[in-house]
């Protein structure tokens, strides 16, 4: 016993291990010799791997665990309780499983922890199956490139940084700057297309008031029935923030194995990478960049890889992975950001100053990539989005410029003025996300010219005359065009035609 490392250990310890010590087993039952602040230290338990569950006894009950920090003579344990009841000398024995958690339909509707308890007041948790929380990705073989679109309702970004079934796309800005409403309106139109992709939504250490009021809403548009929501709370160890994105990742992973679709939403992994720091700290790990352990970039690396579209052979579902960064004062290279940047396909910037301007979605049309998804573009929208991009980087550029008017060239000044209409066209309201035609439509009528007379202050009111005009008049076309196919020449011809009919009314501004 003298050649034990741990120098505080109190006399009571010292008898409880010696008493363990001379039992057999030690491989299998061990001693809990400190716990704080949601880890415990626990002698014994040498044959205990990685991430495997522990019980600890203790007065109330016991209480789980999880090996994370496995040294020569003592393992670093997280719990997945509260610290409060398990004490030093506490019996531990290894469960011989890894994490798992509840998987299956019957989650839908839900609002749970990521140990699959509920958090809504509605009955216990019971599905058939359970999945391990800590599963690997599969494999090149089992996928299949990127070919379905994933539309996420929202103009800018189905027109120009389209997103594919199976994609990851970081959504990614300052606090305050709309990324999660980017995410709700992409899981609302899951609901409105009829897509039946499942969203599963992951809070970590939200506010569960602000977990209520955007369940509130999905509620309202009728996005519960497809949705579950994984919510932990900043008053929850970290232990279970770390834990949240993968448990829910596995909920998704149900439905992608399963020939199903679903969307994973990470709001956000800013503060994953805090808990996991942390949590890493508290293990005392060495601390590197930032006090991130080392292994921060393969924290969100192994999550992330588990996005896929899978074979025909392995039933062709995906998950796809919209993964939420802040930034500090709009800084992408600092540690964490560039990171995730550099795992995903692509990213949609949101600029704090565009977003004050009143340009909102406020999508920098510079920094934001879609790397994958141009492959699954709607036929429809992208046979009249091709120019979008490069047209409002140019005019974004050139804006400086439109105060002097009349000083600027033809060619300069009708670019600046094609860019005012579609910046104005692009400004989208929360909760309204676009149905294909519609999307087609608005974008024609500015790339086709027909909303040229049309002020800037009124594109949005012809917008949603042009809208009006094309359901009551043409609701068949229209539904002709949801399908997703390249429109006709007849098709074209005709929203062109209402468009410039309606510019008609609103050529004077208010
Ligand atoms: N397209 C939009 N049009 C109008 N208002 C919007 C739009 N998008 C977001 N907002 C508003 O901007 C505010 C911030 O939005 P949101 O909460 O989505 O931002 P966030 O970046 O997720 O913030 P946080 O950093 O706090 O998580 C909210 O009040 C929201 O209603
Ligand atoms: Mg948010």
Redesign the pocket.
Known sequence: MSDLSITELSNDLRAAVEKLERRDGLEEVGVVVRVGDGVAWIHGLRKAGYSEMLEIESPHGSVDAFALNLLEDEIGAVLLGSDKNVIAGATVRRKGTVLEVPVGPELLGRVIDPLGRPLDGGEPIKTKQTGIVEREAIGVMGRKSVHEPLMTGIVAIDAMFPIGRGQRELII?D????????AIDTMINQARQKTGVVNVYVAIGQKLSKVARLVERLKQEGVMDQTIIVATSPSDPASLLYLAPYAATTMGEYFRDNSQHALMIYD?LTKHAVAYRQMSLLLRRPPGREAYPGDVFYLHSRLLERSAKLSDELGGGSLTALP?I?TQAGDISAYIPTNVISITDGQIF?ETDLFYQGI??AISAGLSVSRVGGAAQTKAVKSVSGNLKLGLSQFRELASFAQFGSDLDESTKSLIDRGQRLTELLK???YQPLSIWQQVASISAVSTGAFDEVPPSRVKDAQAALLSKLTSDHADEMKQLDSGDKPDEKTTALIEKTARATAKGFKEAL
């Open positions: 800005g606090r305050q700057t709309g990324k999660t409403a980017l956000d939420i802040e949101l909102r979605p989208q309201p929360q």
